[in-house]
């Protein structure tokens, strides 16, 4: 955790070193970390080692000016935030000032300065910067949190499936045939227990069917045994006759085994919006299409037809924990955790949603 009160760094710019030494001794008191430079390579060079919070620049310098400075910091990806004030000695025109603003520029000061002011100045966005960064650590924090429990739901998940399986199926197994001998011995003797364990067979059938439904749903064992697309393919048939919805499939070949988190969470997505459109689309048709990328992103496609989703589903203020477990937000994070994006179009005559998970050397097994 970052302490509340840890340095950041301030670039002061200015050509004249007698002027770097006036500005550091007004600052020096809010104690953060000073750096100086008296050329603009001199202050990209300390931009591209440095995390700077506000860079303190002067309008007139040789060779490359504040403005002609302040353009290069803005064109670089790192620095489109960062806070630049500007200091002239001479009284720049409204035009000046403006041409300062377009620049990127947040505040502008005159000489003479005022020490109080400047200080409060740079103070004030030398905080702001400490707290986004704060911000962002709390926020990268949260969602490896998230990670670390979506990724324990889906253990739990596997491990209930296994157990479904093994155990309760064995007992299934064993009631089954139990029932047949006791069928075979009163058959002939007495009709009305005969009938009853008929019955018993029946829903023991059931019991059996509804216990594979359960165990599949929490984890496709084929998921883990020949991968995702044969997956996906026996849940939308398995869907399809269950629902009624005509469930269409479309999966890439060029789709090989990926790692055990990105099938489970292209799975996953897959499952969770088949679900909504039972529930809440009133679709008959549903369309799902995976595919690669130009080989570098793995794109999972699932479209109805029905009546759409509300805005507030598709951008939901928590956590929905509906269904599979997955819901709007689960697929976002999931999605995120991998460095992917989720895409939701919905309308009066359908919903599509989009995830595109980008397919890395670590996320492809060999086979």
């Not at 109805?304 to 929905?320: A, C, F, L, N, W």
Request: net charge negative.
């Amino acid at each position: 955790m970052m302490n509340e009160h840890e340095k950041v760094s301030i670039l002061l710019v200015d050509d004249q070193p007698g002027k770097l030494l006036s500005y550091e001794v007004i600052l020096k008191e809010l104690g953060e970390n000073l750096l100086m430079a008296r050329s603009a390579r001199e202050a990209l060079d300390h931009l591209l080692k440095t995390d700077v919070a506000v860079v303190l620049m002067d309008v007139s310098m040789p060779e490359i000016d504040g403005f002609e400075l302040a353009d290069m910091i803005r064109q670089h990806p790192r620095f489109q935030r960062t806070a630049i004030i500007f200091i002239s000695a001479v009284h720049l025109t409204d035009i000046d000032q403006l041409k300062a603003y377009q620049r990127g520029a947040v505040d502008y000061i005159s000489v003479p300065i005022v020490p109080e002011l400047l200080r409060a100045k740079v103070s004030i966005f030398a905080d702001l910067h400490r707290k986004t960064r704060q911000m962002e650590q709390l926020n990268a924090e949260l969602r490896k949190l998230s990670a670390r429990l979506i990724a324990t739901q889906d253990e739990e998940r596997r491990r209930i499936a296994r157990d479904l399986h093994d155990s309760v199926g064995q007992v299934i197994v064993a009631l089954s045939m139990n029932n047949g001998i006791a069928l075979t011995e009163v058959s002939n003797v007495n009709s009305v227990a005969a009938d009853a364990l008929r019955e018993n067979e029946q829903l023991i059938q059931q019991l059996s069917t509804d216990i594979r439904t359960i165990s599949h749903l929490l984890h496709p064992p084929l998921l883990d045994e020949i991968g995702l697309l044969p997956a996906i393919k026996m849940f939308a048939d398995g869907f399809a006759e269950r629902s009624k919805v005509n469930v269409s499939v479309e999966l890439s070949p060029d789709i090989g085994r990926l790692s055990p988190h990105m099938e489970i969470s292209a799975f996953r997505i897959v499952q969770e919006c088949l679900t909504n459109v039972y529930r809440h689309s009133e679709s008959k048709t549903a369309f799902i299409n995976l595919s690669v990328d130009e080989g570098k992103v793995l794109v999972v496609e699932v479209r109805d037809e029905g009546r759409g989703m509300s805005p507030g589903s598709i951008v939901p203020k928590t956590r929905d924990n509906t269904g599979s477990g997955v819901g709007v937000s689960g697929m976002r994070e999931r999605v995120r955790e991998l460095g992917g994006t989720l895409a939701i179009e919905s309308n009066g005559s359908g919903t599509s949603v989009i995830a595109r998970f980008p397919i890395s050397a670590a996320a492809v097994i060999r086979v």
